[in-house]
């Protein structure tokens, strides 16, 4: 799997951050700009994959308001080895 990296913010919702009550797992929702259109893309190509998310803090410059790029990397099924990578439900 190759690199996806973009610039996206949490989502202006209240329920940008969901957490189960039950299992404890997360969702998390981003707005990504339409000019990144090309790692959307790569992004919906990996439904029902376990990948890592690291999220880096980022300034646009002259602009005090933080952005988020997230980075998208390797598959961890493999080096896990535990099938989903991390041990995560369904997210259907």
């Known amino acids: 799997m190759e690199r996806i990296e973009c610039i996206a913010s949490l989502a202006p919702v209240l329920a940008a951050i969901k957490i ?12 990504i700009p339409a000019s990144e259109r090309e790692a959307i893309l790569k992004i919906a190509t990996l439904q029902a994959q376990c990948f890592k998310l690291i999220i880096e803090p980022e300034r646009k410059a002259g602009d005090e308001k933080h952005i988020q790029t997230i980075v998208l990397i390797e598959d961890q099924e493999a080096e896990s080895g535990n099938g989903d990578g991390f041990g995560l439900s369904d997210p259907g």
Do not use: H, I, L
Not at 21 to 28: F, L, Y
């Open 20 to 31: 189960d009550g039950t299992d404890g797992n997360a969702r998390v929702q981003f707005e």
